[in-house]
């Protein structure tokens, strides 16, 4: 069969078994490991993703929005959860609901609707409550938790809390340090707060793939990971961290995804001169050039 195009993508299954057996080895076997398909699975491919994933063992799917959950569900073919960490349309409610998808709460709007929603079908929304600790992108602001507590008190019959979590901001670089300290605690205290008001939840989640390898501490019942499974690091600083601790010399990660193009033809051109189109850019156009001994691939 001849391929029908000159570029194509290739995705690895043997590293993405590497990055998961890496990830399951890190974070031990009482954590479970949520897969963060957002953005089709970080351009992955929600529908190549999923079975590979469940494939690997994974149960737990996160992603951005209700269609995107429409998506994983339908690739879908073991008992998986699915978490949405963002949008929900109000029409996908109902199917959320039905199927038992699961979704971060983080305003009063989105607790009335989907109760309102639970109360008609006879059944309860299952709910994360995403705590404000200084992100500063979604979440219960500490002003809101009081309200928030009675609330679900009230919809005992409509929502069930399987979790409570928060998202780290910048694990990523150690310029944030104070930052993600003062949030663990801000999330603690949360935590106690709606324990007090009588609200239990099952899991609680932080960390993401930087969390993961600066903050393990913080790994808690569940860790959503993104980037690490497709075989990346968050940054530089999360690797250069991670090997140097554990005296490794090569990195342990395989990235998934690769992009393979037919080389046409190879050429050479004199130091100086402009490529293509244009007469943009020549110092970088000579940089590149003195890089790559003067040959432009
Ligand atoms: C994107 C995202 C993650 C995963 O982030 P990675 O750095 O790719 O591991 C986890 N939690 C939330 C809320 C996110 O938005």
Redesign the pocket.
């Known amino acids: 069969m001849f391929p029908n195009s000159s570029s194509s993508i290739e995705l690895s299954r043997l590293a993405l078994e590497n990055n998961i057996d890496f990830l399951r080895k890190l974070v031990g076997p009482d954590v479970t490991i949520s897969s963060?398909l957002?953005g089709n699975a970080y351009g992955h491919g929600i529908k190549h993703m999923v079975p590979e994933l469940e494939r690997l063992g994974i149960r737990h799917f996160?992603v951005f929005g209700s269609f995107e959950a429409l998506d994983v569900a339908s690739f879908s073919t073991e008992s998986s959860t699915i978490l949405i960490?963002g949008d929900i349309l109000d029409d996908h409610m109902p199917w959320m609901i039905e199927n038992d998808v699961e979704c971060f709460v983080f305003n009063k709007i989105r607790l009335n609707a989907l109760c309102k929603q639970a109360r008609l079908m006879k059944k309860k929304a299952r709910i994360h409550l995403e705590l404000e600790t200084g992100m500063n992108r979604t979440g219960i602001n500490p002003d809101e938790w009081e309200e928030m507590a009675s609330l679900i008190n009230e919809f005992e019959d409509c929502i069930e809390v399987v979790g409570m979590c928060t998202?780290l901001a910048g694990a990523e670089s150690v310029s944030n340090y104070k930052r993600i300290l003062s949030q663990k605690d801000m999330f603690n205290e949360g935590v106690t707060f709606f324990k007090a008001k009588g609200v239990h939840p099952k899991v609680l989640h932080t960390s993401?793939?930087?969390g993961v390898i600066m903050y393990p501490e913080n790994n808690l019942g569940m860790v959503?990971?993104?980037?690490?499974q497709y075989g990346l690091w968050?940054s530089l600083e999360t690797q250069v961290s991670y090997m140097r601790e554990n005296k490794l010399a090569e990195d342990p990660l395989k990235r998934v995804i690769s992009w393979k193009s037919h080389v046409m033809d190879i050429k050479n051109v004199k130091m100086g001169e402009f490529i293509g189109y244009g007469t943009s850019f020549p110092d970088f156009i000579i940089l590149l050039s003195k890089k790559s001994k003067g040959l432009l691939f």
């Open positions: 963060v957002k996160s960490m998202h993401c793939s930087a959503r990971v993104g980037i690490l968050p």
